[in-house]
């Protein structure tokens, strides 16, 4: 976790007793330095997964939309595709 920028921010949680030895137990077990250090590290590891799973459900929706739009739009194929499927045809006759 390579974070350069100044630690300027404070973030304050309660949580219940039992939550509370559960992390500690899970900070001992990993070894980290601090309780503070074993929680920002699990926070933004955690973070940046749900970030990237959300970002590849929104790249999964974009591409099934543009397929979709693609196979069942409207469009009128461009000069390329048309040039394409001319040569296609002439070589497969």
Not at 58 to 82: I, K, M, W, Y
Request: hydrophobic share 35%; glycine share 2%; no cysteine.
């Amino acid at each position: 976790m390579a974070n350069n920028t100044s630690k300027d921010e404070r973030i304050e949680l309660r949580v219940s007793a039992e939550d509370k030895r559960l992390f500690q137990k899970a900070q001992k077990l990993h070894g980290d330095r601090s309780f503070s250090t074993f929680m920002l590290r699990i926070v933004r590891q955690k973070s940046e997964e749900i970030i990237a799973q959300n970002d590849r459900i929104l790249a999964s929706e974009r591409d099934r939309t543009l397929f979709f739009d693609a196979v069942f739009g409207d469009a009128e194929p461009n000069e390329a595709l048309r040039t394409a499927a001319q040569r296609y045809q002439s070589k497969s006759s």
